[in-house]
């Protein structure tokens, strides 16, 4: 009884990563069909899935190599191709050779770093507190948040927008269309750099101190049911900037101290 529940176990996570694969195939699909909105949507349900699968396996103790080669797969499907895929339709193809190397670029920088952290994760089993390089779910998170607000802009005139918007973003994001072939390869280069981005895997809700934790997920989680397009673009650019943020300023330190000494 026990032998079955254990390979019960293990079906579970991996029943989440194949729901992420799934959702990024069909959004490849309809991304071709020129359904950019519902291409979107499916990413971000394969994100949901991305964070649930691994937190499902230590929660039940069924991590496995196997677990980590099949999520990594599953992100290159997802993360990698699926958002490509969906900005060369949109944006890209109109700019010829260079948008074909921008989508590749994409394409191949998310397969290194996810193999990167293959490696690592393979030779230390601690959850660090810290991604080095952009993780892709929020690389693509960024693009998907994007395709979605913009599709907002590009509402057919009269036409009744089913969820509320800001309109100091909905005004800018022509601007933020013209330069998308840019940070995609801003992106690009940030999944495979050194910089240090935070992981949320060690966070405990259960600990007094992650309540205020708490009160800020309940406020993201109002203010995405009340913005959602506008709020998860808000949430992944923030996101991206962070670690380059922490970066800057960590050198910044190391500099002035260095003047100081002397």
Do not use: H
């Not at 910089?195 to 007094?208: D, L, R």
Request: charged share 15%; proline share 4%; glycine share 4%.
């Amino acid at each position: 009884m026990d032998e079955k529940l254990k390979k019960g176990i293990y079906i579970v996570p991996s029943l989440f990563t194949c729901g992420n694969i799934t959702c990024g195939c069909l959004s490849t699909i309809s991304s071709i069909n020129g359904n950019f909105t519902k291409a979107a949507w499916l990413l971000i349900f394969a994100i949901v899935f991305d964070m649930t699968d691994g937190r499902v396996a230590r929660l039940t103790k069924t991590t496995s190599e196997f677990g980590v080669q099949m999520d990594s797969l599953s992100d290159l499907v997802s993360f990698g191709i699926a958002p490509s895929v969906m900005m060369y339709l949109l944006v890209l193809n109109s700019m010829g050779k260079i948008g074909t190397a921008i989508s590749v670029l994409f394409i191949l920088c998310s397969a290194l770093r996810l193999a990167k952290f293959n490696v690592k994760a393979c030779s230390n089993d601690s959850i660090s507190n810290f991604f080095m390089g952009l993780p892709t779910p929020a690389s693509a998170g960024l693009l998907i948040s994007f395709v979605l607000s913009y599709e907002l802009f590009i509402a057919v005139p009269g036409q009744s927008l089913t969820f509320k918007t800001i309109p100091i973003l909905m005004k800018n994001m022509p601007v933020f269309f013209k330069t998308m072939p840019i940070v995609m390869v801003v992106l690009s280069l940030l999944m495979v750099s050194n910089i240090p981005y935070v992981s949320f895997k060690k966070i405990n809700v259960a600990k007094p101190k992650a309540f205020k934790f708490l009160i800020l997920t309940v406020l993201l989680i109002w203010l995405t049911f009340t913005f959602p397009q506008n709020i998860i673009f808000i949430l992944f650019t923030l996101y991206a900037f962070s670690g380059i943020l922490s970066y800057v300023i960590k050198y910044w330190k190391v500099l002035k101290r260095i003047f100081q000494q002397r």
